[in-house]
């Protein structure tokens, strides 16, 4: 039972001490929530809004041009 107890308090330490794909996860995390902010945005401005927001940047666009 010792062996046991011993084995997996080194799995749980070597578990919280691992960096490897940490990263991977971060920018997955971030990216999930700028995706969730723009569904939202789109949900509550409605495809009008949307319209406005696009066309005001093709605008700019076009002017810096």
Known sequence: MTKLYVRVKDAIQNFNHREEGQDGFEYLLVSGVVTV???????????????AIWTAVKDAVVAAL
């Open 37 to 51: 902010a723009v569904v939202a945005a789109i949900a509550l401005g409605g495809p009008g809004q949307m319209n």
